[in-house]
């Protein structure tokens, strides 16, 4: 059976990259009909918090990615036969295993002094040699000593299931550290019997980790244990091609969230982040992502970030979702942004929404919308009422027909196909010297007093929402700021 595992370190917020990297896990499964495996990689307990694993629960859980094995919401409860899936709880299952990497003599305590360690480093850099420590059996025992995984040397290959064969010559990396003692073992050699442990096919882990496979290798030969299969995935890169780092933007998963991405969107986002892309279609159901997801069209080279593209699709997600629940998710920032809404104003602040819909790329975009209608009075500079070649008098004397026509619709007529109805007509009466119709003089300073901006909804649909009294009172101040 196809069993995949996600083992994040609870050492800091979760990473896109590693939420890029739990996707595909999941998709693996899925699409194999396999098992899903979250483990927690807690090991350093200096760094690792209570609250990084949470952030790591609730960022698989807002995408969607659901696991089969693992930590429950609360701690010491698991769902799964192979736990505890903490590494912090695992301690006599390690000692197993060290105990039998030292009784056969893969494994020798270490009690070189860092002092000797550099000494042999220094010395061996002279010599243009690979620095790398071979432990002897006679170093004498001290308080502070490690265990060192005996490197039998010689070549080592295993094929990569994105990356196809790849090889190291293991006489370079000496006998490297494995444990602290015999129940703590560092990194490589955890990953080993955990994944042994769990019953781990696959291991499906960022390039980063390529260095570590041959050390693992060594361990599951050394154990007599088969090793699972791996495939390493591209390194997520910022538009300039360096590693994503905070320098390019947000990295942690729930920035995003905060700054008003989706889940859908984030999900597809990243689940065509490092494929060689099918066809033209980038928007895809959760469904046909599994069908067409296989580890052949990952990528060797690096993935980038574009942001441009997650704010592009983030916006055509936000398209596709109903005003009512479009209402529930913006409701948050509106609160954040100091508006708040009864549930009598819920109409009125669906008319808003919906006018700004087709312009958001993020949720938090409809603060700057809704501040449009809430304001009780704009900022702005009176030049903006101008259109090309008018004069202040022209602008005002446009504002105040505008006015006179408006101010005889009733309250219950103030509406976009009405207001267009009566309006327009006006608009086309103007004539330039070119003798075109030139909208502009009537539409310019009409949607710039309704607003205060250079772009922004169209003059109808904004007096529409604002209603009669509030439209021809901004008409009133656009006037008073040409004076």
């Not at 197993?96 to 030292?102: A, D």
């Not at 980063?208 to 693992?216: E, G, L």
Request: charged share 30%.
């Amino acid at each position: 059976m196809i069993r995949v595992r996600i083992a994040p370190s609870p050492t800091g917020q979760m990473h896109v990259g590693t939420a890029r990297t739990a996707l595909f896990n999941w998709l693996f499964a899925k699409k194999s009909n396999g098992v899903f495996v979250l483990r927690i990689e807690d090991t350093d307990r200096e760094r690792s918090k209570p609250e990084y694993e949470e952030s790591i629960l609730k960022g698989l859980n807002w995408l969607g990615l659901n696991w089969d094995e693992g930590p429950g919401e609360k701690s010491g409860i698991y769902k799964g036969n192979y736990g505890p899936y903490r590494q912090s709880e695992r301690g006599e299952i390690y000692g197993k295993y060290i105990k039998s990497l030292l009784d056969s003599g893969n494994a020798l305590w270490c009690y070189h002094t860092n002092a000797d360690l550099e000494s042999e480093k220094t010395e061996q850099i002279e010599k243009n040699e690979a620095p790398r420590h071979i432990c002897s059996r006679n170093s004498k025992p001290l308080d502070g000593g490690v265990i060192r995984f005996q490197n039998p040397g010689g070549k080592i290959m295993f094929s990569d299931l994105i990356r196809g064969d790849i090889g190291f010559d293991a006489n370079l990396m000496g006998d490297f550290v494995i444990a602290k003692d015999e129940q703590t073992p560092l990194y490589n050699l955890a990953a080993v019997i955990d994944d042994w442990e769990m019953k781990i096919s696959h291991v499906i882990r960022g390039e980063d980790h390529i260095s570590n496979t041959p050390k693992q290798i060594l361990m599951f030969d050394a154990l007599k244990i088969r090793p699972p299969e791996y495939a390493h995935l591209p390194m997520i890169l910022g538009t300039d091609r360096s590693k994503l780092s905070k320098r390019h933007g947000a990295t942690a998963l729930f920035e995003y969230k905060d700054m008003g991405y989706l889940p859908e969107a984030m999900f597809n986002f990243l689940a065509i982040l490092g494929l060689s892309p099918k066809g033209n279609t980038e928007i895809l159901l959760k469904e046909e992502i599994i069908k067409e997801f296989s580890l052949k069209d990952v990528q060797k080279s690096g993935a980038i970030f574009n942001i441009d593209k997650l704010n592009w699709m983030n916006g055509e997600y936000i398209r596709g979702v109903p005003i009512d629940k479009l209402r529930k998710l913006c409701l948050p920032f509106l609160i954040s942004c100091g508006y708040a809404f009864q549930n009598a104003e819920f109409e009125w602040l669906d008319k808003i929404i919906a006018l700004e819909q087709p312009r958001m790329k993020r949720l938090s975009d409809i603060c700057e919308g809704a501040a449009l209608f809430m304001r009780d009075k704009l900022e702005y500079d009176a030049e903006l009422l101008r259109w090309r070649d008018m004069g202040n008098e022209e602008v005002a004397e446009s504002l105040n027909s505008t006015s006179n026509l408006l101010a005889d619709i009733l309250e219950e007529n103030f509406t976009k196909e009405n207001l267009e109805k009566i309006v327009m007509p006006k608009a086309e009466a103007w004539v330039g010297t070119n003798g075109k119709i030139d909208r502009g003089r009537t539409l310019w300073p009409l949607r710039v007093a309704l607003s205060g901006l250079k772009n922004s909804p169209g003059p109808f649909e904004i007096m529409e929402i604002l209603g009669k009294e509030k439209s021809l009172r901004r008409l009133r101040e656009g006037m008073i700021m040409l004076e």
